[in-house]
């Protein structure tokens, strides 16, 4: 079967490899109707394998066992071709969106409920053990979603859209806040429909004047301000009667865009971090946490919780994930069409799909 493998560095190759072997009991074979390229491949791409979760070629990811190169693409939806022993609830030829990550269910984390950030996971498209960039890939039963009459395309981003939910949730985000979001990329802009389908008003803060107008059209935010050229304290006290947003969202993981942020938020209020930052975040204590009591917290991933409700918005009336597809190429078209397009800076691209049949 056709397959992304990723061997390192600037370096993927589109390769014939033997197709999965029939699923073990507990676990289904999925027929890959379209991935995603993710953040995280765009990572790994341009700095290289990020070792314990995704391996070397001298060093084995601990749980997979295996060494470079990897299949990629851990966003990815399909239909359900085979079923091993003892799967209940999924039969042959249902639609599913895949959950990215498996984790160990032993350690502290696991234990408490956090499985998004076991310290032991293996990620498809990750770590080996199989990936979206591939025409089928055996999976734990227990991480296929079943998405109904949700257009496979659109399943395909169940997993960022649930990365979206979470950051939501761990928010406390609610109907009737003032909300602003730093940064229209793909999770932003996905945070945004997520935060308006809920009742919130969001303002976007972004730079890039076709993603700001793109955000418009899509109706996930009620305003757009350019922070290079205009004054967004200023905007943000007009909208907010002078009070300050609610609630903030770094969706950028640029540091001064963080700052402008904290700035923005009420006494009391919350910023949550999504995005990676560029580099360590200084804040001044005094300013900008003791005398405001501002909230602040992190978040990685999702939980099974997130990806119901993210499968459950998604095919309600409330939002329309297919607006957001800005391109669908095949797997030998990855590097330029794909990949060249989502690192450049200047690009307005929401989620570019693969085909892996094509």
């Known amino acids: 079967m056709k397959a992304v493998m990723y061997y390192g560095q600037n370096d993927l190759r589109v390769e014939d490899i033997p197709e999965p072997p029939a699923p073990a009991a507990g676990e289904v074979t999925i027929k890959v109707a379209w991935a995603g390229i993710c953040g995280s491949d765009l990572h790994l791409y341009h700095d290289g ?25 851990h966003e990815f939806a399909g239909t359900v071709a085979e079923v ?28 408490a409920g956090l499985t998004n950030i076991c310290r ?39 997993e960022p859209l649930s990365v979206a939910t979470h ?7 609610t109907a009737g806040d003032l909300v602003l979001v730093g940064g229209a990329g793909p999770i932003g802009v996905l945070a945004s429909a997520v935060l308006t389908a ?22 996930v935010a009620a305003h757009v301000v350019d922070p290079m050229n205009e004054d967004l304290q200023a905007i943000v006290a007009e ?17 001064p865009v963080t700052h402008d942020l904290i700035k923005a938020i009420r006494p009391g209020g919350h910023l949550q971090v999504i995005a990676i930052p560029s580099r360590p975040l200084d804040l001044d204590v005094q300013t900008e946490m003791h005398l405001t009591e501002i909230t602040y917290s992190g978040m990685f991933g999702y939980l ?54 094509a």
């Open 304 to 357: 099974d919780e997130d990806y119901r409700e993210a499968i459950a918005m998604a095919r309600s009336a409330d939002l329309d994930l297919g607006q957001f597809i800005s391109k669908r190429i095949s797997p030998e078209h990855i590097v330029d069409e794909g990949f060249a397009v989502l690192l450049d800076k200047g690009n307005t691209a929401v989620k570019i799909l693969v085909d892996p049949t």
């Open 49 to 73: 394998p990020s070792y314990p979760t995704t391996p070397t070629a001298d060093r084995p990811q601990p749980r997979t066992g295996e060494t470079l190169p990897v299949v990629l693409g």
């Open 84 to 111: 091993g022993d003892g799967v209940t609830g999924l039969g042959v030829g249902d639609a599913v969106a895949v959950k990215a990550d498996v984790p160990c269910g032993a350690c502290p984390a696991c234990t």
């Open 239 to 255: 909208v907010t009667s002078g009070n300050g947003v609610d609630v903030a969202f770094d969706c950028a993981g640029v540091i």
């Open 120 to 158: 032991n996971s293996r990620g498809f498209g990750l770590s080996g053990g199989g990936g979206g960039l591939s025409e089928f890939v055996t999976v734990p039963a227990a991480n296929a979603f079943a998405v109904g009459d949700l257009p496979l395309d659109q399943a395909a981003m169940i």
């Open 167 to 173: 950051g939501v949730r761990r928010s406390g985000a």
């Open 198 to 219: 809920t009742g919130a008003t969001v303002i976007i803060s972004e730079p890039n004047a076709a993603r700001r107008a793109s955000a418009l059209d899509a109706g």
